[in-house]
């Protein structure tokens, strides 16, 4: 059985997201999990309001990992387990999420980690979970006893539940955020760079000036670079997030555009886009 190592080193996601492992100290959960190929010690968890069980009733999931998390970053993400997915897990950052109902109640559980080593969804009335939520936190013990060429788990989650809003809600089409977003989207589509370099964080002035080609490449890579429309978004001080569907030249898709304010003004930092399947 191979075993996956922690991962204590920065996680370099992509070069317009934050790290999201968090270091040794930060444990969030004890325990080990093992499936039919891997297995892991627990340290990190992450709880977030979602859809559970087989009826999608509200509940909270929560991501177990042997590695840590950086719980505030991921709070500011609209899809927490898409981002959890695309930029955290992998090879040596394994996850598994356990799904709860709103009173505690075991709903059941996904993971993947390979080929012939993962559920889309299980279910086993013999889990047993202690699992109770009090006070904004998520604390309990579940397990599922071993069984021949079957996964099991034994780990004690006692894990802060991530926030259900984003911050104020802003008017449709996304108040000053979207337009700046809507700027943006227009100096992308044009390429015009004098336009789009006082759009870009501080951070970004000093790469875009050396070479704006690649900086104007990454911004289209997450971008609904056809046609977009705000759904809905919010702002939380000096950060903004707004969600976006549009379409590519390839497909439909739904992105959620991070902004933070800078000198007075709203600047795009972050977009992590999605293809709507199905659509």
Known sequence: ????????????????????????????????????????????????????????EPGFRVAVSNT?????????????????????????????????????????MT????????????????????????????????????????NSWDIDLDVPIAPASYGEPLPAGGGDPGKAYAAYHAALVADDRAALAPLLPEASQVPFKENPAAEVDACRKDHPDQSFRIVKGWTQGDRALLVVQGETSYSRVETEAHLIREKGTWRVYNEVLQVRIGD
């Open 1 to 56: 059985m191979k075993t996956a190592a922690r991962l204590w080193t920065t996680l370099a996601l992509l070069s317009a997201l934050p790290t999201l492992a968090a270091a040794e100290e930060a444990r969030q959960a004890t325990g080990k999990f093992e499936g039919k190929n891997w297995t892991f010690e627990a340290f990190g968890a992450y709880a977030f309001p979602a859809e559970v069980g087989m009826d999608d």
């Open 68 to 108: 840590g998390f950086q719980t505030e970053k991921l709070d500011r993400y609209y899809d927490r387990e898409h981002v959890i997915d695309t930029f955290f897990a992998d090879e040596e950052s394994l996850v598994v999420y356990f799904h709860f109902a709103k009173n505690g109640a075991y709903r059941g």
């Open 111 to 150: 993971y993947y980690f390979g080929s012939g080593d993962g559920c889309g969804f299980c279910y086993d009335g013999s889990v047993q979970s202690t699992v109770k939520i009090a006070n904004g936190r998520l604390k309990g013990k579940v397990r599922l006893a071993p069984k021949p060429d079957e």
